[in-house]
């Protein structure tokens, strides 16, 4: 082989390299760009173009109070945080609450009627904001103290919480349907959010009523978190 021939056979691997080179960092550059682009997607969805995810969370203490004597009208004050974990805006209709009470196996359903920490004072005074559908923007939150109220006068037993003890609780929201954006809404289809938390009332006092409510502490001693069941 000629110096020539040798030069130009160098010559040839060379560029065979430099295009393989080349090529590499093309496709290289074509991962990145698909990657990016799902990236973009993904955030565009789950930012402004997910179905609301309502979420519920309930803190460690709330008070109760049956402040009226002959009737079956008892307070629940729920501090709840509410919080929107989708893209699109979600509206929280109404809230049930069911308390039950383990030894007895009785259950009683309260319902969402007011806003503000209970006192007597106000309650004479109809000092409470009523409680209204509270809309949550996509990625938004929101803490409300909720007073559920007896729901009905056929609820019973009078008084559900009466001594001390450990009681149940199911918080469940009603939320308003939305209009579902494409067939991913149809695959992530939420049912509405709930939360499940037990309380131990530590002391009964009825005095306390006169004025105001009485402690329940949460059971293992942390605030109760909730979300919304899939549906098929």
């Known amino acids: 082989m000629t110096k020539a021939q040798h030069e ?11 295009g393989y080179s080349g090529h590499r960092r093309g496709s290289f550059s074509a991962v990145i760009s698909v990657l990016a682009l799902a990236f973009s997607g993904y955030s565009l969805w789950d930012s402004s173009l997910k179905a609301p995810d309502l979420k519920v969370f309930v803190p460690p203490v709330i008070q109760f109070t049956a402040p009226y004597n002959n009737t079956n009208f008892e307070v629940v004050e729920v501090p709840v945080t509410l919080l929107n974990d989708g893209g699109r805006t979600g509206t929280a209709l109404s809230m049930d609450l069911e308390v039950t009470n383990p030894k007895t196996g009785e259950v009683k359903r309260f319902y969402a009627a007011d806003l503000g920490r209970w006192t007597m004072d106000k309650a004479r005074a109809n000092g409470f904001d009523p409680f209204a559908p509270i809309p949550l923007a996509g990625k938004s939150s929101k ?10 006068p056929a609820q019973k037993p009078d008084q559900i919480i009466r001594e001390p003890g450990t009681y149940g609780f199911r918080l469940v929201l ?10 991913i809404d149809k695959i992530f289809r939420h049912g509405p959010a709930e939360v499940e938390f037990n309380m131990e009332l530590r ?8 004025t ?21």
């Open 8 to 18: 130009l056979g160098g010559e040839g691997a060379e560029n065979e390299a430099r």
């Open 203 to 210: 002391n009964y006092d009825a005095r306390a009523f006169q």
């Open 174 to 183: 009603d939320e308003a349907d939305v209009n579902e954006f494409g067939p």
């Open 212 to 232: 105001g409510t009485l402690p329940l502490y949460s059971t293992s001693g942390r605030s109760a978190k909730g979300g919304s069941s899939a549906q098929p």
């Open 143 to 152: 803490t409300e103290t909720v007073l559920f109220y007896t729901n009905g």
